[in-house]
Nanobody, 124 residues
């Protein structure tokens, strides 16, 4: 049984930083592309960042490029998202997701394992 558990969400000030973590079990972590998505209530889930199985290749969506960094540690089956220079528009529920597809899937439906999310709120 696959389990995906996010943590690290919190209240932060504009310009501040947070680090999200996502621990995965029940799948061979180093074989999967991993991604962070976020969702505001009433809106579609949108991509934030994607990382290759090896961790060498990454891709960022325009809204966070230059501010966020995705990384992974295969020794502890954990995905991370370092969030710097936070803005109020970064406020959302953040989700970690895994897909066996290769080639940086950018859409939520392409991911088949999800966590419950962790809330990030950035005050203005």
């Amino acid at each position: 049984q696959v389990q995906v558990v996010e943590s690290g969400g919190d209240l932060a000030e504009t310009g501040g930083s947070l680090r999200l973590s996502c621990t995965v079990s029940g799948l061979t972590f180093e074989y999967y592309d991993m991604a962070w998505f976020r969702q505001v209530s009433g809106k579609e889930r949108e991509g934030v960042a994607i990382i290759s199985p090896s961790g060498v290749a990454t891709e960022y969506f325009d809204s966070v490029a230059g501010r966020f960094t995705i990384s992974r540690d295969i020794t502890v089956n954990t995905l991370y998202l370092q969030m710097n220079a936070l803005k109020p528009e970064d406020t959302a529920m953040y989700f970690c997701a895994a897909t066996p597809k290769v080639g940086f899937a950018r859409l939520a439906w392409e991911y088949d394992s999800w966590g419950q999310g962790t809330q990030v709120t950035v005050s203005s």
